[in-house]
């Protein structure tokens, strides 16, 4: 598992690839939050972080199939998956290698950004004046969200050999499974009956709730559920190898 | 030490790739595995590296089930697919110690020092794979399915792509390997078979045509009974003068001084025709028995059904 894992993160960053997407990320979020007016938290006013995790999710449905676009597709393209899947490892310890090497991709492009938070903190009025157990929170739901949307991407990676499409199937789900709920919550005939029930389908109504630093037992068993229905239903799709 | 197949039967949609087959292997044989394309060689050999399940009948590999006791089997078991895949962005040390660590070795830096120097990669062992020539990744290949020493080994078209001296060496490898192991790889070369193999399994749509010990085989090719013999030019040839001849049961003229000589018996016949032609004051410029080839036995037995 742990040999997968090294394999996986090691390879991401043996190719361009790796430094690209982990550079778009940090590109992307700076000029968001520092330079951008609209979304910059210079001329926000307050000494707050929550640009970064509003956005934080619309980047990650991005940016997290494109990390695992290449976990399964790739194998399957070449033929490795035979390799992988005839030496002495389950098929569990493969995925859970991957997981693995994708959290730890994922860690090293959010370690950046504490520099925005160390940035916000000097510049608070007074100095320091900000909701460092807030921000904690955030990025535990942060956390959570993004395992949500690897498992994701590693189900839809599984399903094809073609890393665009592992692609767009990934981004496509991440998203549904992100925002869907919350924007047919608000379709008339479920407005006022059952919109909240609704709502709380979507992993945007649990992170909210995570990002105001409020960590409740309720919203990580929700997290974990939809980790592990992925990556239950990515074993279920390399079992039936029907490639 | 051993491969055993009984009733293995896999049927993909409604097609069926393998019908009942059954065959077995034992410690010190090599087992060449011959068919036509489609056969269902590389099913087979699917099969018993765990790589995909069978519809119904059992294998086993060293009395572990494929199916049941998948991950003891795969820990015996040395696997080279089809076509060779390998990670293209990875170094040859690098994926070889990969390889090792996915097999949990204790020792993996010193099996993969010896694997890179038994497949004679020593020169190349820095170079990325995706660098190296086609021959070149073939020991690669054959260096990840060795390098936990397996019992038993299963090698699919290990030599396609290979130059005459590499196939040579690798020959060489699987010869000596095959000393203390179990050995199965499929081929499209039937001279490797005779060149490597003790024993054959010929598969055609699915099941066994042939499966024998070659020793056998060759008996069987040296024992033909067609004879063609070339007179000198202008010599006239009285078929009557061969008519004593016991056993001669046909002559046919190929062409203005050849002509074929069909025996009915086991017998070998060629030097009472020679003793007759002389006796005909006949001059023979060539005389040719025709000897069945492993190329006339895999024709004959994939084509006709």
Redo the contacts between chains.
Sequence with gaps: MW??AL?ETS?FF??LAGFIISGVFLLVMGLMLFFFPDTSILTGNYANMDGLFYLAPTIFTFVIPAITMRFFAEELQ???I?????????DFRIIMGKFIAGLFLIVLCLLPTLVYYYSVYQLGSPKGNLDTGGIMGSYIGLLFLSASFLSIGIFASSLTHNQVVAFIIGAFLCFFCHWFFFYVSKVPAFVGRMDYILQKFGIDYHYSRMSKGLIDLKDVVFFLSVISVFIALTHFVLRR?KW | MSIEVNKLTKIYGSQKALDEVSFSVFKGDILGFLGPNGAGKSTTMKILSCFIPQTSGEAKITGLDVKTDSLAVRRVLGYLPEHNPLYKDMYIKEYLLYVAKLYQLDNSARRVRDMIELTGLGREQHKLISQISKGYRQRVGLAQAMIHDPQVLIMDEPTSGLDPNQLAEIRNVIREIGKEKVVIFSTHIMQEVEALCNRVVIINKGRIVLDDKIEKLSAVSQVSNTITIQFAPGSRVDTASFRQIDDLKDIQPKNENSFEFTSSGDRDIRVELFDASVAAELKIIRMEQRSFSMEDIFQQLTTNS
Excluded: D, F, M
């Design positions: 040999t997968i394999k390879s043996s190719s070449s033929g490795t035979e390799l992988l899947a005839t030496k002495p490892i389950s190898r």
